[in-house]
């Protein structure tokens, strides 16, 4: 495995701990600041997220193009400075020049590509590479995470400790606290994402969610609530988002674009060339990483939208739909998710090439073998 494939995933995982880490911070400042009866109770909230808004916005002007926008424009010189500074390493390592070998590779298959996108790939696989199920696990994968349930315990945390029975202020306390735990789940993850595997993470989570999910709605749904099933709930839901915030939220960050975006190197096995420019897949890599964002945002925003009104009309019963989609992601996981840690982008590729072209071999036993073993998986 190459240092490139061993940061892969503990880069994507960092990245989200400060996503969810600032839903901790907010529900905190919300938390702070309702105690207070003047303007500053709602103009420091509103200027910290500001600021910290301007930081983004000011801090985006001081990162450099990628080194494929650098190459695609003849500016050899600056790409190869960007992905010295990508690699921190020398132009001329190894790593370094194989990338650049692979990104000037693509944009000479790229000149020369010709073919439109049909629509038809997106949803029927005719290629070898199976393009339209790699599309839809990219989008289904973040679809469902949103179908779980996390950002209705996200926003609307303070609603559903008021429904279980607390008062105002400790419903408000523990919503800041869950997603502080929230927050600490997603610690933990870059540094088991490569020993344990995302496919195992999102499995056995996906598992430990249903549990959980399924302990809240058996004690907010059933008669005669009592203190005991009060705190069983309370503690099921912050468990749940302990879980969630370590096996569902990098990992699909990471999962989806990863499965989605299809190979272009030109150092790969005789065979495989032939088949990536077939089916055209830089027509493809991009809309792999665009499928991702579209199922995550699509489905925020209707959980959210409908989130909000579930809970007002049909109570505890909302959180069905969210413990169905808990159960249906643990087969999901296991019969359409196959594993891509320590793999790079073209091995990724063998492990939804189909069978027959694999049997073809092309004279290669040992990519042969790798290949058959990783679709039996």
Same mark, same amino acid.
């Given at each position: 495995?190459?240092?490139?494939?061993?940061?892969?995933?503990?880069?994507? #995982?960092?990245?989200?701990?400060?996503?969810?880490?600032?839903?901790?911070?907010?529900?905190?400042?919300?938390?702070?600041?309702?105690?207070?009866?003047?303007?500053?109770?709602?103009?420091?909230?509103?200027?910290?997220?500001?600021?910290?808004?301007?930081?983004?916005?000011?801090?985006?002007?001081?990162?450099?193009?990628?080194?494929?926008?650098?190459?695609?424009?003849?500016?050899?010189?600056?790409?190869?400075?960007?992905?010295? @500074? $990508?690699?921190?390493?020398?132009?001329?390592?190894?790593?370094?020049?194989?990338?650049?070998?692979?990104?000037?590779?693509?944009?000479?298959?790229?000149?020369?590509?010709?073919? /439109?996108?049909?629509?038809?790939?997106?949803?029927?696989?005719?290629?070898?590479?199976?393009? =339209?199920?790699?599309?839809?696990?990219?989008?289904?994968?973040?679809?469902?995470?949103?179908?779980?349930?996390?950002?209705?315990?996200?926003?609307?945390?303070? &609603?559903?400790?008021?429904?279980?029975?607390?008062?105002?202020?400790?419903?408000?306390?523990?919503?800041?606290?869950?997603?502080?735990?929230?927050?600490? =789940?997603?610690?933990?993850?870059? +540094?088991?994402?490569? &020993?344990?595997? @995302?496919?195992?993470?999102?499995?056995?989570?996906?598992?430990?969610?249903?549990?959980?999910?399924?302990? +809240?709605?058996?004690?907010?749904?059933?008669?005669?609530?009592?203190?005991?099933?009060?705190?069983? #709930?309370?503690?099921?839901?912050?468990?749940?988002?302990?879980?969630?915030?370590?096996?569902?939220?990098?990992?699909?960050? $990471?999962?989806?674009?990863?499965?989605?975006?299809?190979?272009?190197? $030109?150092?790969?096995?005789?065979?495989?060339?032939?088949?990536?420019?077939?089916?055209?897949?830089?027509? +493809?890599?991009?809309?792999?990483?665009?499928?991702? #964002?579209?199922?995550?945002?699509?489905?925020?925003?209707?959980?959210?939208?409908?989130? =909000?009104?579930?809970?007002? &009309?049909?109570?505890? &019963?909302?959180?069905?739909?969210?413990?169905?989609?808990?159960?249906?992601?643990?087969?999901?996981?296991?019969?359409?998710?196959?594993?891509?840690?320590? /793999?790079?982008?073209?091995?990724?590729?063998?492990?939804?090439?189909?069978?027959?072209?694999?049997?073809?071999?092309?004279?290669?036993?040992?990519?042969?073998?790798?290949? /058959?073993?990783?679709?039996?998986?």
């Amino acid at each position: 495995m190459s240092l490139t494939e061993k940061e892969r995933g503990p880069e994507v #995982a960092l990245q989200c701990i400060f996503l969810v880490g600032g839903c901790a911070v907010a529900y905190w400042v919300d938390f702070g600041f309702t105690h207070l009866d003047n303007q500053f109770s709602w103009r420091f909230p509103l200027a910290l997220q500001s600021a910290l808004a301007a930081v983004s916005g000011v801090g985006m002007f001081m990162l450099p193009d990628t080194p494929r926008w650098y190459y695609v424009r003849g500016r050899l010189d600056e790409g190869d400075e960007i992905l010295s @500074r $990508l690699y921190d390493r020398p132009i001329l390592d190894a790593n370094v020049q194989s990338m650049r070998d692979s990104i000037l590779g693509s944009l000479r298959l790229e000149t020369g590509e010709t073919s /439109k996108l049909n629509l038809l790939d997106l949803f029927w696989d005719r290629s070898n590479l199976r393009v =339209g199920r790699r599309l839809r696990i990219a989008f289904l994968v973040l679809s469902v995470q949103q179908m779980m349930g996390i950002n209705i315990a996200v926003y609307y945390s303070v &609603k559903i400790f008021g429904q279980v029975g607390l008062s105002s202020e400790m419903s408000q306390l523990l919503a800041a606290v869950m997603n502080t735990i929230f927050a600490i =789940g997603s610690i933990f993850l870059p +540094f088991t994402i490569e &020993k344990f595997g @995302r496919r195992n993470i999102l499995l056995y989570s996906a598992a430990g969610l249903t549990i959980c999910l399924s302990i +809240f709605v058996a004690m907010i749904g059933t008669p005669n609530p009592t203190l005991v099933k009060q705190w069983v #709930a309370v503690g099921a839901i912050i468990v749940y988002n302990l879980i969630f915030g370590y096996g569902w939220i990098g990992v699909c960050w $990471l999962y989806g674009p990863e499965v989605g975006t299809l190979s272009i190197m $030109l150092s790969t096995v005789e065979g495989l060339e032939l088949t990536v420019q077939k089916i055209s897949p830089l027509q +493809f890599r991009h809309i792999g990483g665009a499928a991702s #964002a579209f199922g995550e945002w699509l489905f925020c925003f209707i959980t959210v939208f409908a989130g =909000g009104i579930g809970l007002e &009309k049909v109570g505890w &019963k909302l959180w069905l739909w969210c413990l169905l989609s808990c159960a249906v992601a643990v087969p999901f996981v296991y019969f359409m998710c196959p594993e891509t840690t320590g /793999k790079t982008l073209e091995e990724i590729d063998l492990l939804f090439q189909r069978k027959t072209r694999v049997e073809q071999g092309h004279g290669d036993d040992s990519r042969e073998s790798f290949s /058959k073993d990783e679709l039996s998986q």
